[in-house]
């Protein structure tokens, strides 16, 4: 069965570094996001993306975040300067029209 | 905007017995979909079920059944002949149908299996 894949599956970083997430979404599916889940809480939207641009962004999403879909398989989060309030499960999830949602299995991403 | 609420942070239930989750939602709108994840400790998002709302019959798979009720905009999840597996974070999610397809979740309930 096809599957969205993240890498990497954990990361550290300093705090104020930049770090960019990656994920591959299902192929022929043209809808994409991004949720984060900090520890304990519930799974937040971030921000989706269609047809080369975004769609709909949270109020979470702001100027440190930014969205790409390079070369038309990957599509990437990059977070510009980290904060510690930035640790978290990052998921990338992608669908087709009609269809539900396929989750990666997350980024772990701690700012130290 | 809308608001997914799970009202119980956590669920017991015996191997092979019966459990329910609730889940209630607020929404002005009459197309939208709706979901139950489970995050088992890997943390990976796992869909268990989905409903759209202009569907009467309750969706079912396998021993996981809903309860939709739309005019209460309720929405629970029956878990029957509950095996070890099954323990995990359960996440109600709702999607509209119209502008805007993100799913917004509700707070999760732990589901403990006990042998």
């Known amino acids: 069965e096809p599957e969205v894949t993240q890498t990497p599956s954990h990361q550290v970083t300093q705090m104020g570094q930049e770090v960019i997430l990656r994920c591959v979404p299902i192929?022929?599916?043209?809808?994409f996001y991004w949720y984060r889940q900090i520890l304990g809480q519930k799974v937040e939207f971030l921000v989706s993306f269609y047809n080369n641009e975004i769609s709909e962004k949270s109020e979470i999403f702001d100027d440190q975040f930014s969205v790409e879909r390079p070369d038309g398989s990957n599509f990437t989060l990059k977070i510009r300067s980290t904060k510690l309030e930035d640790s978290a499960m990052y998921f990338c999830?992608?669908?087709?029209?009609?269809?539900?949602?396929?989750f990666g299995s997350g980024t772990r991403l701690t700012v130290v | 905007a809308q608001t997914v609420t799970q009202s119980q942070p956590e669920m017991s239930v015996q191997e092979a017995e019966t459990v329910t989750l609730s889940c209630t939602y607020d929404t002005s709108e009459s197309d939208y979909y709706l979901f139950w994840y489970k995050q088992p400790p890997s943390r990976q998002m796992i869909l268990v079920i989905r409903?759209?709302?202009?569907?009467?019959q309750n969706a079912t798979e396998n021993r996981f059944s809903v309860n939709f009720q739309k005019a209460a905009k309720s929405f629970s999840l029956k878990i029957s002949d509950s095996q070890l597996g099954d323990a995990a974070m359960y996440f109600c999610a709702y999607r509209s149908g119209a502008a805007g397809n993100k799913l917004t979740f509700g707070g999760g309930t732990r589901v403990l299996v006990k042998p």
């Open positions: 409903q759209e709302a202009y569907k009467q």
């Open positions: 192929s022929n599916h043209l809808y």
């Open positions: 999830a992608s669908r087709q029209t009609g269809r539900g949602y396929t």
